[in-house]
Each structure stands twice: as structure tokens, then as C-alpha cells.
């Protein structure tokens, strides 16, 4: 393992720390023209950093077998419990082949009307000329779509509105809360997280019991589905596991679509000419009528726009931990071995993406994306631990696009900056003013 060539800018005692405290996307980049594997200090600790798509593959694909999910998500399980996100080994295999058909085409059709619905009660909302700040308007939008889509039924409402006010808090201050040292525990600092935490769960546990008690298999949410789901054992979910699921669906599906989201209202805002393409392709495809599942397919411009929001602004980075000795790149690492895949590095590859910071669509016209080798595109994952929700985070995003956005044009408040990248688990925007103007006003 010390023969992985250290990281550049490394200062005895602390290690890279200071480097990424200062600007953590610009080492991730940076990385990438250092070398494949690379080996970072966090103060004292060691970690490997796989910058390259065949070592990120080998590790997500060839060799994910001798991979866990490690050290960060040991450290979020008291909040996330151990929902499919945060399992590893034969658990995880059942659990995902359980939860897999809740994602099947069949079951879409369903999910969709009810974005529909709330993407067109957000457009209701708006008035002519109003001021909003997109990314908190996306973000509650999203986590009360995924509510909504997890527990569709009456019995669910209560919870819908609890995670609505309570997530934003947990989401917030979650990476903090998880790697803080024990003796805070009790510190004031993280009374609002912890009553958000324990109201979350109990809301969430009261509706499972609710649910339970009537009758699930009739329902075609989420919630219901877990509830009815059998291994071939004939064995199902616990409670405790159908809130974990629940949970780590909530962590993992809410912020990623929010962020996408405004990125993609902000890229279009200075891209009136994709705007354009896209609006003539929704008049052609819906016209006057709703949206529909039927048209998510049909509606190539807003994947592309898709596509190339998350390649720019996606998954940052993700972590695992060697189960056993194992050889990336070269060279072996032993077991233990925490590792980071640096996803940003990849998107942002020149050589790949010409101009690699500008927002362009094109580069995912047929022709163009086939040149490109499938494990450099990699913003959900690959292998075994792939997002499971890729295709529904898709479908509610271009639903949400190709309700609003005929109805409303968003252009940045009259002198505010251009978003800059935040940076949690993914790149979201830290801020994106914006005013709504009725389309066919100029
Ligand atoms: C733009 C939106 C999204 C992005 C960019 C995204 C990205 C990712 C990535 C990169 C992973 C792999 C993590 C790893 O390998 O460590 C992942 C896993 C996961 N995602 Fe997503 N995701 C999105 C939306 C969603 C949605 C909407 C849901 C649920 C409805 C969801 C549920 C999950 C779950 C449960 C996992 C864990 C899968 C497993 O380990 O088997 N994601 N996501």
C-alpha cells in the first residue's frame, strides 16, 4: 500500500486535510493528472483514491466482492439504520432483489401520476413575477414526491408532512452529526437534529403499523410494497427493516433529485436555445394535454439536458472498505483499506468532455455519447451497489420539467451570482434566486 504514490501537497501530521478543507472539488480534479490510484493522509489516516474509470470499474464491478461500504457508513448508521444503501453481503443481495420490482415499468405508471400531480400543484402555486429561491422550493418539492410516492395512501399524510419539515434538518447536518466524536453527543449543537431524527422515526413507524394492519398488498406504494414483499423463504421485511428501507430511500432520493433539478433550471436559464428545443419537443410530444408516463421516452431533449446536469454537478465521490486483500490498478491493497471513488474526476475528464465545465447537451447526442466507453459515465454507480432508483429519479425529473416549464420561464434575479457548488455528497447548488414569468411574456 505505500508503494501508491502519495497525493501532492501532503503536511506531516495533517495530511491532505488542509487542502481539502480549502477547495475539495478542485483536489478531487487535480487527482485525476496525478495518477489512477493515488494515496491521500486525513491527518494521520490513509486512504486510496481511484481517479481513473478502469480503477473506479475494478473496484465498483470487477472486484466489488472484496468491497463494503465502510467507514462513512458505519458512521451514519445510528441515523440511516441499515436500509439497502448502508448493507453489505447476502443482506444486502435479498434485500435488493426484494425491493427491485418496486422499480419495475409496471409500477412506474403509477409513480408518475402522482409527480404529475405535484409538479403541476408547484406550478399552481407561483404568481407572475414572483421571487423564488429554486433550490428550497426543489428541495421540499422532492422529498414530498418521494413521500408521496412511499406512502400514497390516507393513513400516510401525517408522515408526508413530518418528513416535509423534519428531513431538511436531518439532511443538513447529517454528515456532521455522523463523523462527530461521541462526547458531543449531549451537546446542544444537535438538539434540533436529534428531535427531528427521533420524530422522523416515529411518524414513520407509526404509519408502517397503520399500514400493516390494513390490508398492504392491495397498494401500489412503495410502503405497501415492502410490506407484501416474501424472499423464497415466504419470509418478509421486519418493521425495523421496512423503516430503514423507508429511511434510506428518503436520504438517498430527495436531495440528489432537488439538486438536480435546479442545476437544470439554472443551465437552461442560460441556454435559452436549449430551452427552446426542449419546449418545441414538449409541444410536439404532449401539446395541451398532461404529461403522462407514456411520454418520458418520447421526450429526448430533457434526458440529454438530464444527462448533462449530472454529469457536471452529480455524486461527488463514494466510499468503500476492502473485506480482503485485494489488487486496484497495480497494486494490492490489504484488507481494511478504506477507498474513494472520485466520480467528479471521471465527469470531468478532458480528454472525454471537451471543455469539461461547459454546459452542453449535445455531448449526449446519440452519436457522440456511443463513443464513449460505458464505466466513464458513471453518476448512479455501477455493479452491484448501483442506484436503484435511477429510472424513477429520471422520470420524476423530466415530469417536473415538462409540467413547469411550459407554463412558467425561470431567469436569475436581476444581479444575483451565478450558483456556486456546494460540496456534500453531491455538487447541489448553495443558492439559485430566480424569478417566475408566465410563458409568452418576453
Ligand atoms: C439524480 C438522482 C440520483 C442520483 C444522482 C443517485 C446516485 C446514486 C449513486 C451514485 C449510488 C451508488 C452509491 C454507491 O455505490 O455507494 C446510489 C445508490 C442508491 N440510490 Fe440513488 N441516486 C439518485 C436518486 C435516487 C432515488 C430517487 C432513489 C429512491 C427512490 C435512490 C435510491 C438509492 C438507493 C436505495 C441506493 C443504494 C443501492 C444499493 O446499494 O443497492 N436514488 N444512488
Redesign the pocket.
Known amino acids: 500500500m505505500t508503494a501508491i504514490p502519495l497525493a501532492k501537497g501532503s503536511i506531516p501530521g495533517l495530511g491532505h486535510v488542509p487542502r481539502l478543507l480549502r477547495d475539495p472539488l478542485a483536489v478531487l480534479r487535480s487527482l485525476h493528472a496525478e495518477g489512477p490510484l493515488l494515496r491521500l493522509n486525513i491527518g494521520t489516516m490513509p486512504i486510496v483514491v481511484a481517479t481513473s474509470a478502469a480503477t473506479v470499474n475494478e473496484v ?1 464491478v470487477k472486484h466489488s466482492k472484496a468491497f463494503k ?1 465502510g467507514r462513512l ?1 458505519e458512521q451514519m448508521r445510528p441515523v440511516v439504520g441499515n ?5 453489505d453481503g447476502s443482506e ?1 443481495i435479498r ?2 432483489r426484494l ?1 427491485q420490482p418496486m ?1 419495475y415499468k409496471e409500477r412506474m405508471a403509477g409513480y408518475a401520476e402522482v409527480m404529475r400531480e405535484l409538479a403541476e400543484t408547484l406550478a399552481d402555486s407561483w404568481s407572475a413575477g414572483q421571487q423564488i429561491d429554486v433550490d428550497e422550493v426543489m428541495g421540499s418539492y422532492a422529498i414530498e414526491t ?1 413521500a408521496a ?1 412511499l406512502f400514497s395512501t390516507d393513513i400516510g399524510r401525517p408522515a408526508v408532512e413530518s418528513v416535509r419539515e423534519d428531513l431538511p434538518i436531518i439532511l443538513k447536518n447529517m454528515l456532521r452529526r455522523a463523523l462527530a466524536p461521541r462526547f458531543t453527543d449531549n451537546w446542544p449543537i444537535w438538539k434540533e437534529f436529534d428531535r427531528s431524527a427521533v420524530r422522523m422515526r416515529s411518524v414513520i413507524d407509526d404509519v408502517i403499523a397503520k399500514t400493516r394492519a390494513s390490508e398492504p398488498g392491495n397498494g401500489t406504494d ?1 410502503l405497501s410494497l415492502l410490506l407484501s414483499a416474501r424472499d423464497d423463504t415466504g419470509a418478509g421485511f421486519t418493521d425495523e427493516e421496512v423503516r430503514d ?1 423507508l429511511t ?2 428518503l436520504f ?3 436531495e ?2 432537488a ?2 433539478l435546479s442545476w437544470a433550471m439554472h443551465h437552461l436559464a442560460e441556454h435559452p436555445e436549449v430551452e427552446r428545443e426542449l419546449l418545441k419537443e414538449l409541444d410536439k410530444v404532449v401539446g395541451d394535454r398532461p404529461v403522462s408516463f407514456a411520454d418520458v421516452p418520447q421526450l429526448p431533449t430533457i434526458t440529454r439536458v ?1 444527462d448533462e446536469v ?1 454529469r457536471l454537478h ?2 461527488v465521490s ?3 472498505r476492502t473485506t480482503e486483500s485485494v489488487t486496484i490498478g497495480g497494486y494490492v491493497l490489504p484488507a481494511d483499506t478504506e477507498v474513494l ?1 472520485s ?1 467528479y474526476a471521471l465527469h470531468r475528464n478532458p480528454e472525454l468532455y471537451p471543455d469539461p465545465d461547459r454546459f452542453d447537451p449535445d455531448r449526449w447526442l446519440p452519436e457522440q455519447a456511443a463513443r464513449r466507453p460505458r464505466e466513464h459515465v ?13 429510472k ?3 422520470m ?2 423530466t415530469i417536473t420539467l415538462a409540467t413547469i416549464l411550459p407554463r412558467w420561464k425561470l431567469r436569475p434575479v436581476p444581479g444575483s451570482k451565478p450558483p456556486t457548488e456546494s460540496t456534500a455528497s ?1 455538487a447541489h447548488p448553495a443558492r439559485v434566486p430566480m424569478i417566475v414569468h408566465p410563458r409568452g411574456e418576453s
Open positions: 465498483m461500504k457508513f436500509g439497502l444503501a448502508n448493507s444486502h434485500n435488493r425491493i422499480f418521494l410516492t412503495l428501507e434510506t430511500m438517498a432520493g430527495s440528489t433529485v439538486s438536480t438530464l449530472i452529480g455524486v463514494l466510499m468503500r471513488l466520480l458513471v453518476p448512479f454507480g455501477a455493479g452491484n451497489r448501483k442506484c436503484i432508483g435511477d424513477f429519479a429520471w420524476e425529473a453531491m
